[in-house]
């Protein structure tokens, strides 16, 4: 089993699925959002209107249509309020769901961006502890899962760095 931390842009991943930071509508957005959209075509906005939006701390999956990834796993992340709105519960949920979708579709890898740290102005390095940490008690639980690789993509080197101390530090 292997955690990596890698600096790319999530939508050139070859990987089973990429987790998305979507909003409630699933309709589309900015950031890494838009960027998959582009990425995978049209098809997955009409996918997505098919699933009639999605609650904070949730996810649901659609395929990849042209993206090299098979599915993209669309998580909605908190809005960073102040840290007493559940953000960091609400965060964990998207990690852990996400790796449900994973297991329960049989993928051998996974990426994550840093969900919620973008215009949702979730701190990074609270945001990474939490992913890391999910993602290593999730696996833990389920030791029979066909997950051979999680990737924490990166988006700049700030985020690498963090990410990578986080997984030296295990
Ligand atoms: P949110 O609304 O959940 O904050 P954003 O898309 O604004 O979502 O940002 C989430 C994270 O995704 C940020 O850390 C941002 O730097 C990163 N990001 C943006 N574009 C990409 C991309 N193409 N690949 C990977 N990460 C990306």
């Given at each position: 089993m292997r955690l990596e931390a890698l600096l790319a842009d999530i939508t050139t991943l070859e990987v089973d699925a990429i987790v998305n930071a979507a909003n409630t509508s699933l309709l589309g957005g900015g950031?890494?959002?838009g960027a998959i959209h582009r990425a995978a075509g049209p098809k997955l906005l009409e996918a997505c209107r098919k699933l009639h939006g999605?609650?904070?701390g949730?996810?649901?999956?659609?395929?990849g249509f042209r993206l090299p990834a098979k599915f993209v796993f669309h998580a909605v992340g908190p809005v960073w309020?102040?840290?007493?709105?559940?953000?960091?519960?609400?965060?964990?949920s998207c990690y852990r769901r996400s790796l449900k979708l994973a297991?329960?579709?049989e993928c051998a890898s996974i990426a994550f961006p840093a969900i919620s740290t973008g215009v949702y102005h979730f701190p990074l390095e609270r945001a990474a502890n939490i992913a890391v940490r999910t993602v290593r008690e999730a696996l833990a639980a389920t030791p029979a899962a066909s997950?051979?690789?999680v990737v924490f993509c990166c988006f700049n080197t700030q985020a690498e760095t963090i990410?990578?101390?986080l997984l030296n530090s295990l």
């Open positions: 950031g890494v959002d999605c609650p904070t949730q996810v649901k999956a659609t395929p309020s102040d840290g007493t709105q559940d953000e960091d519960v609400l965060l964990a297991f329960e579709h997950l051979e690789k990410y990578q101390a």
